[in-house]
């Protein structure tokens, strides 16, 4: 497949591939669109270079994100609604006969499957949601000033959101939830017309499933919040006994787990006659036996006449 390399659409989606993608489709310097989301593709994901739409969503790629995501020159650039991607089909090697026509893509958009065609050149996204990639997102995501669409969901990414993602002022989608995101989520924000200009009409599903992530509009950041980072990792285990694990509800928990146990073992051996001469029955066993162990014990130890 690398030695496609005049190749500008590549849709595989929904299928049943596993593996890793070939390292040969780096080769394919033309391709535009990517899309093998809904696979059960794994590994890291390639540095693609020109890619204006890459949908490897709904895999098991891990990994993190890789820093060299600016290379992707198409989404540097800002879409343009005259662009289109035309494929050009030669039927007829003596006349020359061809046909052309313009390709279209199927994207999640908003929660809802759409279709572009016309203006398919508008469209530049990056969808890599439901896998299994780790680490933080790169500052180096905010080159892509071109970016239409970025989801990230569902996956175990951690970090801060950098400020700085007020440069992707082409952005009209963003999806950054169920990850391990923490921290406070920038105001900066709000400088990016396309996901309106107050944080408090955001929809805060696109924040949510992140429990250390604070502020508009998820809840109110405490003062004394902290990062995972600034955690202390090892602290004095007798202070502040009532701000950590050790609070008034464990010793209830710790009280009730208790009286269950005690009576759950006690109570079937008071109330159930079987239960209670098959427990009598085996600890007469026990000390039989114990007595014999101890008996034979000692008398190898006595010394020899």
Not at 46 to 53: A, F, M, N, R, T
Request: proline share 5%; glycine share 10%.
């Amino acid at each position: 497949m690398g030695s496609l390399f005049s190749i500008r659409t590549l849709n595989l989606n929904n299928n049943g591939f596993v593996g890793e993608l070939p390292s040969s489709l780096n080769n394919c310097s033309s391709l535009v669109v990517f899309d093998v989301a809904d696979n059960n593709l794994s590994g890291p994901i390639p540095e693609w270079l020109g890619i204006q739409i890459l949908d490897l969503s709904m895999n098991n790629i891990s990994g993190s994100i890789p820093k060299c995501l600016n290379n992707l020159t198409n989404l540097a650039l800002r879409g343009s609604s005259s662009l289109t991607i035309t494929h050009t089909i030669y039927v007829n090697s003596t006349s020359l006969t061809s046909y052309s026509y313009d390709d279209e893509a199927s994207l999640i958009w908003k929660g809802m499957m759409s279709k572009y065609k016309s203006i398919l050149g508008l469209v530049k996204s990056i969808h890599l949601s439901s896998n299994r990639l780790t680490g933080e997102i790169p500052c180096e995501i905010t080159d892509l000033v071109g970016l239409v669409s970025l989801n990230l969901s569902r996956n175990n990414l951690t970090g801060q959101i950098t400020p700085n993602i007020e440069k992707l002022q082409s952005l009209d989608l963003l999806d950054l939830s169920n990850n391990q995101i923490h921290g406070t989520i920038p105001t900066s924000l709000t400088g990016i017309s396309g996901l309106g200009p107050q944080l408090q009409i955001y929809e805060p599903s696109v924040f949510a499933g992140n429990p250390l992530l604070c502020g508009i509009p998820l809840q109110t950041c405490s003062s004394e919040e902290t990062t995972p980072e600034e955690q202390p990792v090892v602290g004095n285990q007798d202070e502040d006994n009532n701000d950590g694990f050790i609070t008034p509800g464990f010793y209830v928990s710790l009280g009730l787990g208790f009286a269950v146990g005690f009576w759950g073992v006690c109570g079937s051996l008071i109330f159930n006659r079987s239960w209670r001469y098959t427990y009598s029955k085996l600890l007469n066993g026990l000390n039989y036996w114990l007595n014999v162990g101890v008996t034979l014990f000692r008398q190898r130890r006595m010394p020899d006449d």
